[in-house]
């Protein structure tokens, strides 16, 4: 280590202390976040807000919330916000709309739970989906209750496996018309897919356009998190919270492709398997079906006490597309999502934007 490094190693453990301590003066997160998460009774079975409520919970890239939610008598579009679009890491909207798709798994869970039937169509790239809402008499379906519990936890896992039968109850949640979902827990398969994630990882965390448009959607503290209600959260993936001006000094600093593949490595390696989710179909309407399988993956999961997180960066940078399809035995499909799952930690939960922010009703 030369004097160089030393002195900006030092000037950051400087900074990082002083930052722990002006960032500590916060508002207080779990309080801020926890009626987000709170369950909502339905008053009746077209009860809108409850719906979009339960839809905002889901799983959706960088914490965007890229969705608006135009309601009617007795239906529901959920349309794309192009204005939260992530063009560097999700150029042609591919994490957008399986966003949309994991949007409409939980609306339609929960308008069971009310007593609706959820019948969903695919209207157009620019329109997104349309949802009406047929009456039946009420179901609550298991995975209902993991709504408000699900969530992609960004640390290490504890390296148990998951036994035969658990796989096979993911599997089968999985389960959705248009996409299929690959579950690989042999170590040396894993391994080669790691090698696709650390190579695409790095060439992504060399990318400066990259970097910058992941700064954006970084929140390093709990009052930035709250004041946006979106985004990525530092504490939720176990990282110090900082002033937000010293945080994005910092990044440079730390982000860097050495840093971040070692953390790949490790939660690849400590993970109980891989997810891995393919639609039949490279087009929006399919990727909202390969949503749709990854939340009902998901909330399984949740169900069965696992974490699970993304590691999506082969299904990100194009050239790696062919070499993952190939490892998978899928040459001319398009992967669309990786999802590493296991035993771990819970970890804070994610914001979201008020319901209000994100619903509108159309006018008679």
């Known amino acids: 280590m030369n004097r160089r490094t030393m002195v900006a190693g030092a000037g950051a453990t400087v900074a990082v202390g002083t930052g722990l301590y002006l960032a500590g003066r916060g508002p207080d997160y779990a309080k801020v976040v926890a009626p987000i998460r709170a369950e909502m009774a339905a008053r009746n079975n077209a009860d809108m807000h409850y719906l979009v409520h339960n839809a905002v919970l889901a799983a959706n890239s960088h914490n965007t919330q890229p969705w608006r939610f135009l309601t009617g008598e007795r239906y529901i579009e959920i349309t ?18 399986a966003s949309l798709g994991c949007a409409l798994e939980n609306l339609s869970i929960a308008a069971a739970a009310a007593g609706a039937q959820a019948e969903a169509s695919f209207v157009s790239e620019s329109a997104g989906l349309r949802i009406d809402l047929e009456p039946r ?8 209750a993991a709504i408000r519990r699900r969530q992609c936890t960004r640390a290490n896992f504890d390296g ?24 690989v827990t042999d170590k040396a398969a894993m391994d080669k897919i790691l090698g696709l994630i650390v190579a695409a990882n790095t060439a992504q965390i060399e990318d400066p356009a990259f ?14 998190a709250a004041a946006t209600g979106d985004g990525l959260y530092a ?19 730390v982000l860097t492709a050495e840093s971040e593949n070692a953390k ?18 490279d087009d929006p309407e399919h990727w909202v079906q390969a949503g749709r399988s990854y939340q009902r993956f998901a909330l399984e999961a949740t169900l069965l006490g696992l974490k699970h997180a993304f590691l999506n960066q082969p299904v990100e940078v194009v050239r790696f597309r062919p070499q993952l399809a190939a490892l998978l035995g899928i040459s001319g499909q398009r992967p669309d999502l990786i999802v590493r799952f296991g035993y771990g930690p819970d970890m804070p939960f994610s914001m979201r934007r008020p319901v209000a922010a994100v619903m509108t009703q159309a006018s008679a």
């Open 137 to 144: 008499q009420a179901h609550v379906d298991p995975r209902y």
């Open 211 to 224: 970097v910058t448009e992941l700064k954006s959607w970084i929140r390093f503290n709990a009052a930035s």
């Open 80 to 97: 794309p916000d192009k204005t939260r679009a992530t063009p560097v890491v999700d150029p042609d909207d591919h994490h957008l709309f």
């Open 235 to 253: 504490a939720c993936s176990g990282n110090p919270t900082l002033p937000s001006w010293l945080g994005k000094m910092l990044l440079p600093y």
């Open 264 to 281: 790949c490595i490790s939660q690849v390696r400590f993970s109980a398997g891989l997810a891995i989710f393919v639609s039949d179909s």
């Open 160 to 183: 148990r496996r998951v036994d035969p039968a658990t796989l096979a109850q993911l599997e089968k949640a999985a389960a959705v018309p248009g996409c299929s979902v690959q579950l």
